[in-house]
T-cell receptor, first 115, second 113 residues
Framework: DVKVTQSSRYLVKRTGEKVFLECVQD?????MFWYRQDPGLGLRLIYF???????EKGDIPEGYSVSREKKERFSLILESASTNQTSMYLC??????????????FGPGTRLLVL | AQSVSQHNHHVILSEAASLELGCNYS??????LFWYVQYPGQHLQLLLK??????LVKGIKGFEAEFIKSKFSFNLRKPSVQWSDTAEYFC???????????FGTGTRLQVFP
């Protein structure tokens, strides 16, 4: 079974803090993704990565950055947290980049509250 | 721009009722389509997917979806729902050559015994 883990289930941070969200997958997947999930807005893609040290912007990258130094680990960084970044953050991974038929496997999510 | 619309935001049903959740997308080219489900307190997981062949796709737990290209639709169906189907359901589109999965806003399904 594919396992995607996220470092925290719940986080509370203050405005202006630098926040790190970690994601690890154990199935040697090439692709990794960060989404945020908000009520009424569904899932929106923040960043994704197809390989180590590679990253691509998603639909809402502003205020975020990412790091992928190892294949199994994909980190999301909030450089200076703001209250509008309060959300549920979901990490996902999928196998080789193909024709878009791959299933994405999701982690349990990190619920971040920025005060 | 590509997009996915799920018009039913919140659906409430009694057990044994039939279910149909709407999903429409906007994209003129070849697509792959997915339904994901998020049970309370659990990870988002794949319910079923379509990428070619028979437009009627069967998934886990008795769910099915039909791809109707002329209507740009991929509605999810189940003939008889159970209390355990209470969850949030997301339709997603993968337009060819875009490298991104585009999710709808989700439909929250509540099934009462």
């Amino acid at each position: 079974d594919v396992k995607v883990t996220q470092s925290s289930r719940y986080l509370v941070k203050r405005t202006g803090e630098k926040v790190f969200l970690e994601c690890v997958q154990d199935m040697d997947h090439e692709n990794m993704f960060w989404y945020r999930q908000d009520p009424g807005l569904g899932l929106r893609l923040i960043y994704f990565s197809y390989d180590v040290k590679m990253k691509e912007k998603g639909d809402i990258p502003e205020g975020y950055s990412v790091s992928r130094e190892k294949k199994e680990r994909f980190s999301l960084i909030l450089e200076s947290a703001s209250t509008n970044q309060t959300s549920m953050y979901l990490c996902a991974s999928s196998p080789d980049r193909g024709l878009g038929q791959e299933t994405q496997y999701f982690g349990p999510g990190t619920r971040l509250l920025v005060l | 721009a590509q997009s996915v619309s799920q018009h039913n935001h919140h659906v409430i049903l009694s057990e044994a009722a039939s279910l149909e959740l709407g999903c429409n997308y906007s994209y003129g080219g070849t697509v792959n389509l997915f339904w994901y489900v998020q049970y309370p307190g659990q990870h988002l997981q794949l319910l079923l997917k379509y990428f070619s062949g028979d437009p009627l796709v069967k998934g886990i737990k008795g769910f099915e979806a039909e791809f109707i290209k002329s209507k740009f639709s991929f509605n999810l169906r189940k003939p008889s729902v159970q209390w355990s189907d209470t969850a949030e359901y997301f339709c997603a589109l993968y337009p060819y050559n875009t490298d991104k999965l585009i999710f709808g806003t989700g439909t929250r399904l509540q099934v009462f015994p």
